[in-house]
């Protein structure tokens, strides 16, 4: 039996599908416990809301298009505009000319951003305790948990186009 074969019979299996969905449902469900635990975590910053946490994260080591932003965070890119634009407002970040393209500029963190990105790293620090703590997980876990959870995420990238 080739790989394909044990894949399109895992599909099919009742039981390998009831399971899937219950990792599935798990993924929703940490995905909100993620954003209620960071509310909470930021909710006295005047300046960074989750959204805006969400986009110094990605933009603090390399500029990067509101598009580009929204293709990697897997966000639309109206909902990623107007985060930027609350943040050029609260002063966090500035625009740079983008060589590759006129109309897109690259969005960087300003002066005020790359100050608060030591706020960022210490929400990341309490996030990261809320859900660990009290738990066994080795660095092992959580590497083949990051690489399963990606290449999922790889996987569905590239069979959506399939699905039309």
């Known amino acids: 039996m080739n790989q394909d074969t044990k894949k399109q019979n895992l599909s ?20 909100g416990a993620f954003l209620e635990v960071a509310e909470k975590i930021c909710s006295d910053d005047e300046l960074v809301t989750v959204p805006i946490w969400r986009v110094m994260a990605v933009i603090r080591l390399s500029p990067m298009t509101v598009s580009e932003v929204a293709k990697y965070l897997g966000l639309k890119r109206q909902s990623v505009q107007s985060t930027v634009n609350q943040m050029k407002r609260r002063g966090l970040i500035i ?25 960022i790293f210490k929400y990341q620090r309490q996030l990261t305790e809320v859900f660990i703590k009290g738990i066994e997980i080795t660095m092992k ?16 990238e590239k069979n959506i186009s399939k699905l039309n």
């Open 12 to 31: 099919e299996s009742i039981e390998f599908l009831a399971d899937f969905q219950l990792l599935f449902g798990n993924i929703i469900r940490i995905n």
């Open 95 to 119: 625009f740079r000319k983008n060589p590759n393209h006129k109309t897109s500029p690259l969005v960087i963190l300003s002066k005020k951003g790359n100050d608060k990105v030591d706020d």
């Open 141 to 156: 876990d959580v590497v083949s948990s990051r690489e399963f959870l990606r290449a999922l995420r790889e996987n569905s």
